[in-house]
Antibody, heavy 123, light 105 residues
Framework: EVQLVESGGGLVQPGRSLRLSCAAS????????MHWVRQAPGKGLEWVSG????????GYADSVKGRFTISRDNAKNSLYLQMNSLRAEDMALYYC????????????????WGQGTLVTVSS | DIQMTQSPSTLSASVGDRVTITCRAS??????LAWYQQKPGKAPKLLIY???SLESGVPSRFSGSGSGTEFTLTISSLQPDDFATYYC???????FGGGTKVEIK
């Protein structure tokens, strides 16, 4: 059974940093691209960032480019999101999502999702 | 940039009703269209991909159709478990529609 468990969320002041983690199990982690998708309270879904199986291809939404960094550790079956210079508009539930075997055009299909970790940005 | 527009934003229906949700892309996305279901407090769940392919384990009352710029998600006979918010997504680039909340009438 595929399981994705996010952690690392919490309350943080504007301008500060936070690192999210996602522990994956139930599938061959290093065969798949992985993604972060967020959902602001009462709002819709927004893709944040994605990474190919070997970290060779990485993408970011314009809203987080230059502030967020995605990474993965295939030996630990883990995905990460380093979030710097956090803003009020970054406040959301952050989901880890399993992608396809490829990364790029036509492959942003999210087959499994974790339950999310909540990031609150407030002074 | 491609825009994804869902309609309606809210839909009131009764158990047993046939429900149709529409998703329009501002330019052709071929069949790179997925539908997700999200219940309150839960993560989204993939229902349909490639516009009309049913994800494994999804009940057959769900169906998808369309190609190019216009797509539909149909629930043939609405069940109590189906009251949720539904999102379309074009997965050529990761863009979601705004969502359609299906409420109890």
């Amino acid at each position: 059974e595929v399981q994705l468990v996010e952690s690392g969320g919490g309350l943080v002041q504007p301008g500060r940093s936070l690192r999210l983690s996602c522990a994956a199990s139930g599938f061959t982690f290093d065969d798949y691209a992985m993604h972060w998708v967020r959902q602001a309270p009462g709002k819709g879904l927004e893709w944040v960032s994605g990474i190919s199986w070997n970290s060779g291809s990485i993408g970011y939404a314009d809203s987080v480019k230059g502030r967020f960094t995605i990474s993965r550790d295939n030996a630990k079956n883990s995905l990460y999101l380093q979030m710097n210079s956090l803003r009020a508009e970054d406040m959301a539930l952050y989901y880890c999502a399993k992608g396809g075997r490829m990364y790029g055009s036509g492959s942003y299909l999210f087959t499994y999702w974790g339950q999310g970790t909540l990031v609150t940005v407030s002074s | 940039d491609i825009q994804m527009t869902q309609s309606p934003s809210t839909l009131s229906a009764s158990v047993g009703d046939r429900v149709t949700i529409t998703c329009r892309a501002s330019q052709s996305i071929s069949s790179w269209l997925a539908w997700y279901q999200q219940k309150p407090g839960k993560a989204p769940k993939l229902l349909i991909y490639k516009a009309s392919s049913l994800e494994s384990g999804v009940p057959s009352r769900f169906s998808g159709s369309g190609s190019g710029t216009e797509f539909t998600l149909t629930i043939s006979s609405l069940q109590p478990d189906d009251f949720a918010t539904y999102y379309c997504q074009q997965y050529n680039s990761p863009l979601f529609g705004g969502g359609t909340k299906v409420e109890i009438k």
